[in-house]
């Protein structure tokens, strides 16, 4: 191996192919797959957090979900329901630091 696959070096890893082709995937059938949302674990809803301070990953990404679940239910798909929640002064930790609020 060229590098431990511990620490920072395999946190870094998450980021590029093809584990980023993998995580998409498995995010796509868990949230927006119709068939995924009828036979596994029927009339389970998702809740999507967006935050106004985080890093653009985490902004982007709820961004993006947001936007993807929209235009899956225009289309008229039976997909997990989602609920959006948007927390203007949290950060990708607001979960943890202000775990009152859930």
Same mark, same amino acid.
């Given at each position: 191996?060229?590098?431990?696959?511990?620490?920072? /070096?395999? =946190?870094? &890893?998450?980021?590029?192919?093809?584990? @980023? *082709?993998? $995580?998409r995937?498995? /995010?796509? =059938?868990? &949230?927006?797959d119709?068939e995924?949302? @009828? *036979?596994? $674990?029927?009339?389970?809803?998702?809740?999507?957090?967006?935050v106004?301070?985080?890093n653009?990953?985490?902004?982007?990404?709820?961004?993006?979900?947001h936007?993807?679940?929209?235009?899956?239910?225009?289309?008229?798909?039976?997909?997990?329901p989602m609920?959006?929640a948007?927390?203007?002064?949290?950060?990708?930790?607001?979960?943890?630091?202000?775990?009152?609020l859930?």
């Amino acid at each position: 191996m060229m590098f431990p696959m511990t620490g920072p /070096a395999h =946190r870094f &890893l998450r980021y590029i192919e093809p584990m @980023q *082709t993998v $995580l998409r995937e498995l /995010a796509r =059938r868990a &949230l927006f797959d119709q068939e995924m949302a @009828q *036979t596994f $674990l029927p009339g389970v809803s998702t809740a999507l957090i967006s935050v106004g301070r985080s890093n653009w990953h985490c902004m982007w990404g709820s961004f993006m979900a947001h936007q993807l679940y929209q235009e899956h239910v225009a289309q008229g798909e039976k997909i997990r329901p989602m609920k959006v929640a948007h927390v203007e002064q949290g950060n990708h930790f607001v979960c943890y630091i202000s775990s009152s609020l859930f």
